[in-house]
């Protein structure tokens, strides 16, 4: 059963047209890439789809579902994980803990003021530690954590929810080249394991081309593409707009000097 | 119609005066972000000073002008002085610890104005001119007033074109907007930061000049107009000059008008509006999103107790049960004291550590519980346990009700509207006398039998208190507390967990207010009284104190603090008749010292080792 | 003209330059390459001031400015641009040319806000106009302009081309070329490596704060190796 199903999403901020009727779907098990230039409506197409923004027309049904407009708790409870561009973790606590509030919240297990919260799910928590890769870091604060390891530590988090979608906003902004493959590896191996539903968007298109499944591209708001990625590679449009030829210095599709 | 004229030229006339405090307040916290709770005090040296002025010079308007513009530029240059002395060294430093100094400051111009101009109010002699009267629809109004309210829109005027005609205006406002890009822009900050406080300091000297005809100078002046242009500042928008100007045309006609519709409750009626104005502009009327939010600086991680801390804490409970044993009835008094104080900073840290929620008026619920314990033994015959079961029940119910509307802010605006809800409770102590006995308090409420003598009300403070803080540290490590910290941490992420974090906060809201109140029950039957100097400011700044001087950050920062602040005080209310002037400098120099709080420094210390 | 040694610098606790070292010489325009996170912001803000170095020297001219204050450096005559224009939003264009302004300096033909005018012609079509009010490239050449207004000798310039659309990537590759005849030395960081190749006379590359590689941007180019290495994925 499709997990996502958008259609005909519509939003604009001032009188300003920033999304304009895009559809699209995620099936479980797969990744969908949203890319496209600055500004194309890609973050404002996701927080509509998380919660954070109220479409102004169109649908959003997880798993056959309305929920445009409900608010992000809600959508977190029924079933959708996310990640930020800029992560938001908890700094006073550890990676460890971090994991553990997120398991404990999903399990409704929050309002106990007389419990103690040491080891409340905690196997739970190790185990995603580990499932990422920190387990080696499981018992330092988030606070003084590297970056790339942040990144882990949201993933972490956003899995404790056992969501059935994952939204990933730029989910390697700001990570080294090799750090950034393996995390969506990492991805790509838990989205198939689990028959999780993956939408991302991302800048960096050896990200793109090597772990999804389909691409859709934005371009002004609108749809202009999507499909397999080599279907996306060839279309002369998106080349055009987005991927270039290489020799245009202008137009960069990565924030990180790739055109060359 | 005439009556309602000359309430609206009474309300402008009032709003003139506000202005010209709340601009200053605010046009020194846009650019240097500083909450300056010593403007209050600067308005009341601007009386002082003006008073000393003006009676020695001649009593006619020229000399009056000349006496009060030299009163302006004598509290510039003691605002210059007070920026470069002390609040350039705290501008890397956390909010709050800002807001502690300029309280420090506070204290010690208390002092110095009762050393200098004795504790009497001073009024100057009114010569004809200023007594003269206009005929308005019938009605006497003073001429004066009419200078006055011409004098609010000239000062702003006079700003307006400050700020937007000049090029200190324009450095002036782009500081505001990105101090850091000003620097590198070629601009020294330092002398940008003293010349903006100098004026704003000049401002409040002004205002505390000009109310010297129609008032005095008193040693009072000082808390009552810091709260009047917080309220002004926050409902206008912070640092917004023409945001100050409409709040304070808002407050002062609701003033005038509040004086005749419902004469006792005019505060109330102010604080209404401003949660109003709050709950729809979060930003204030005219101020803008993005306004600093954390207060008490960076989160740092809490670690659960480790064996070797619960002993520590084991064997300092014991010592503190022993206590009896040894210690004679004033050393007695004074530990019960700090048995209180332990759970009233415990409660306040609770909200402003973990729950990142800064309250400026944390004394509001210790009032409330303690008014609802010494109300219901004295006037409803409850016993004590009885009593001592109500104390937290009010005041966590108020706090319930009241946090509905604080848990929407954050930063300085929540800090303010607690401080502002502090004063109404202080307000309704103060001036309902036939409930509360205003200024006497309610005298005469003392244990019974069983629990008289000074070492059973110890051990009976004790119990309480110290089981009241456990209670606390024990929630803070539950999955609520942790959920309180995650709201706190990280507000986005929480909620994209799946936490609602405003329900998390409100609880958290209550919990502490319950607790504040059990502390405020206890104190009343210690005390066998209760005045309403339990709300006023000073005793919610005290909590403030104990918890920064302990280190927000570490859970045994409040009781740290609690004991090193009950010992101080006591030491210096014996030693001196000057305490607040060295208290004010000890707060100043602990700031200066130690920026994370006395627990705060010795864990970094530790770590190190 | 700007020669930097041995540069240690922190961010919050991280450790982001490890003893970053080059020299950029009078009439230069080299610029600062490497991926994401390599150093090349927290480079530029240790340079301004913003980011105190932990250690290491940074001479400008023949002054020692290390551990001078942002503004005394910027009077000395260093310009900085910062990425994210950091425009004063409820100023206008012409209030936040004013902000730059600083005095006229020996050699250099002073900057008005007319000769910036006539260098990037579309602001003088909006010189009341708020500086929150304006694109992304009108706001890349007003923070271009307002450090100008300060008569650099050497200006810092982050990322120029961020953002930008081709045409006005253009515009700004000539805008650099004509502060260079006008005698400003400069030093860019750059992600986009055409623009730089365009306009740049030295390439120095950054690798997790380190410096990886110096030489022409000539030798660079010929040097697909050091390409593949450093700057391609």
Aim: net charge positive; hydrophobic share 50%; charged share 15%.
């Amino acid at each position: 059963m499709t997990v996502l199903a958008v259609e005909g999403l519509r939003k604009s901020f001032g009188g300003v047209l920033a999304v304009d009727g895009v559809s699209f779907a995620v099936e479980p098990g797969e990744m969908l890439a949203l890319i496209g230039p600055n500004g194309a409506g890609k973050t404002t197409c996701f927080n509509m789809v998380g919660g954070q923004l109220r479409p102004d027309a169109g649908s959003v049904r997880l798993a056959g579902r309305d929920i445009g407009g409900v608010s992000p708790r809600r959508i977190c409870r029924l079933g959708v994980g996310r990640t930020f561009q800029v992560t938001a973790t908890f700094a006073s606590m550890t990676a460890r803990e971090n994991v553990q509030v997120a398991a404990v919240a999903h399990r409704r297990g929050t309002w106990r003021p007389w419990r103690s919260a040491a080891d409340l799910e905690r196997p739970a928590a190790e185990a995603l530690l580990d499932q990422v890769g920190l387990a080696a870091q499981a018992e330092r604060a988030a606070g003084v954590l590297a970056y790339g390891d942040l990144k882990r530590l949201e993933l972490a988090m956003a899995l404790a929810a056992e969501p059935r979608l994952l939204l990933m906003d730029e989910p390697t902004a700001g990570m080294a080249a090799g750090e950034r493959v393996a995390l969506m590896r990492l991805v790509r191996g838990i989205a198939t394991g689990r028959g999780l539903a993956v939408l991302f968007t991302e800048h960096d298109m050896d990200v793109v081309f090597g772990v999804s499944d389909r691409i859709a591209v934005l371009a002004r708001g609108a749809l202009i593409a999507s499909g397999a990625p080599e279907a996306i590679r060839a279309d002369p449009q998106v080349r055009a707009i987005y991927l270039g030829d290489g020799r245009t210095g202008g137009e960069r599709p990565a924030s990180g000097g790739r055109d060359c | 119609m005439g009556f309602l004229l000359v309430h609206a030229l009474t309300g402008l006339a009032g709003a003139s005066s506000l202005f010209l405090v709340a601009s200053g307040l605010t046009v020194i916290f846009g650019v240097t972000r500083i909450v300056n709770f010593a403007h209050g005090s600067l308005t009341m040296l601007g009386a002082y000073v003006g008073w000393t002025v003006l009676t020695r010079l001649p009593r006619d308007p020229a000399w009056f002008a000349l006496g009060v513009a030299g009163t302006a530029a004598a509290l510039a240059a003691l605002g210059a002085l007070l920026e470069m002395g002390l609040l350039r060294r705290l501008y890397r430093s956390p909010e709050l610890f800002q807001l502690l100094a300029t309280f420090g400051v506070v204290l010690i111009v208390q002092d110095a104005a009762l050393a200098t101009w004795g504790p009497d109010d001073l009024t100057i002699s009114r010569p004809p001119w200023l007594r003269a009267y206009v005929r308005i629809a019938d009605e006497r109004f003073p001429v004066y007033d009419l200078v006055l309210i011409a004098i609010g829109p000239a000062v702003l005027a006079c700003l307006w074109l400050l700020f937007n005609r000049t090029r200190w205006g324009r450095l002036v406002r782009a500081a505001t907007w990105d101090r850091e890009m000003v620097g590198a822009l070629g601009v020294d900050q330092r002398v940008l930061f003293t010349s903006v406080f100098a004026l704003g300091a000049g401002l409040a000297g002004l205002a505390g000049a000009l109310g010297l005809p129609a008032g005095s100078a008193n040693l009072g002046i000082d808390l009552s107009v810091i709260t009047e242009a917080f309220v002004v500042v926050v409902i206008g928008g912070l640092g917004s000059i023409t945001g100050a100007y409409l709040a304070s045309l808002l407050i002062g006609l609701l003033q005038a008008f509040g004086v005749v519709l419902i004469p006792k409750a005019t505060l109330v009626l102010v604080f209404v509006v401003m949660a109003a104005v709050l709950v729809l502009r979060p930003n204030g009327l005219l101020g803008r999103g993005g306004a600093p939010t954390a207060l008490a600086g960076t989160a740092t991680p809490v670690r659960p107790p480790t064996r070797g801390m619960l002993l520590g804490w084991g064997l300092l409970l014991l010592a503190a049960l022993a206590a009896p044993l040894v210690a004679g009835p004033y050393a007695l008094s004074i530990l019960t004291e700090a048995a209180v104080a332990v759970l009233f900073a415990a409660s306040l840290h609770f909200v402003m550590g973990p729950g990142g929620m800064a309250s400026f008026g944390h004394a509001a619920w210790f009032g409330i519980g303690a008014y609802a314990a010494g109300l219901s033994a004295q006037g409803l015959g409850v016993p004590m346990p009885g009593a001592l079961l109500l104390a937290p029940l009010a005041a966590g119910v108020a706090a319930v009700l009241f946090g509905a509307f604080v848990v929407r802010l954050s930063g300085v605006y929540l800090a303010m509207l607690t401080l502002a809800f502090a004063q109404i409770v202080w307000a309704a102590a103060f001036q309902w006398v036939s409930v509360t006995g205003g200024d006497n308090g309610i005298l005469g409420i003392w244990p019974p039998a069983w629990a008289s003598g000074p070492a059973v009300v110890y051990l009976l403070a004790l119990t309480l208190c110290a089981g009241g803080a456990a209670v606390l540290q024990r929630v803070l490590y539950s999955p609520f507390g942790y959920a309180l910290r995650a709201s706190r941490d990280s507000p986005l992420r929480a909620e994209a967990i799946g936490l609602d974090t405003r329900r998390i906060r409100l609880a958290a809201f209550a919990v502490a207010g319950a607790a504040a109140g059990l502390a405020g029950g206890v104190f009343t039957f210690v005390k066998g009284s209760v005045f309403p100097g339990f709300v006023s400011i000073p005793h919610s700044m005290d909590a403030l104190v104990m918890v920064l001087l302990g280190g927000v950050q570490t859970m045994a920062g409040p009781v740290v603090g609690a004991l090193a602040y009950t010992g101080l005080y006591d030491g210096l209310l014996r030693a001196t008749a000057y305490w607040r002037l060295v208290l004010g400098a000890a707060i100043v120099l602990l700031v200066l010292a130690f920026p994370e709080g006395i627990a705060g420094a010795v864990q970094r210390r530790l770590r190190r080792a | 003209m700007l020669a930097v040694e041995g540069l240690n610098s922190f961010y919050g606790q991280a450790h982001i330059l490890h003893g970053v070292g080059f020299a950029v010489g009078s009439g230069e325009v080299a610029v600062l390459l490497g991926r994401n996170g390599a150093g090349k912001s927290t480079t530029m803000k240790s340079l301004i001031g913003l980011v105190r170095p932990a250690s290491g020297s940074v001479r400008f001219g023949n002054r020692e400015v290390a551990r001078m204050e942002p503004f005394r450096r910027a009077q000395l005559g260093l310009g900085y641009v910062p990425e994210e224009r950091r425009i004063f939003a409820e100023l206008t264009v012409m209030e936040n040319l004013d902000v730059g302004r600083q005095p006229a300096r020996d050699g250099l033909r002073p900057w008005t806000p007319e000769r910036l005018f006539t260098l990037f012609p579309n602001l003088g079509a909006m010189r009341r106009r708020p500086g929150g009010r304006m694109s992304g490239g009108e706001q890349q050449m007003l923070t271009i302009a307002r450090t100008l207004m300060g008569n650099p000798r050497f200006l810092l310039l982050d990322e120029p081309s961020e953002g930008l659309s081709p045409l006005i990537v253009e515009q700004m590759a000539a805008a650099i070329h004509a502060l260079r005849q006008e005698g400003l030395s400069i030093l860019l960081a750059e992600q986009n490596l055409h623009f730089a190749a365009e306009v740049a006379t030295q390439a120095v590359i950054l690798e997790s704060g380190r410096v990886a590689w110096t030489g022409s941007m000539a030798a660079l180019r010929a040097d697909a190796g050091t390409h593949g290495r450093y700057l391609a994925v």
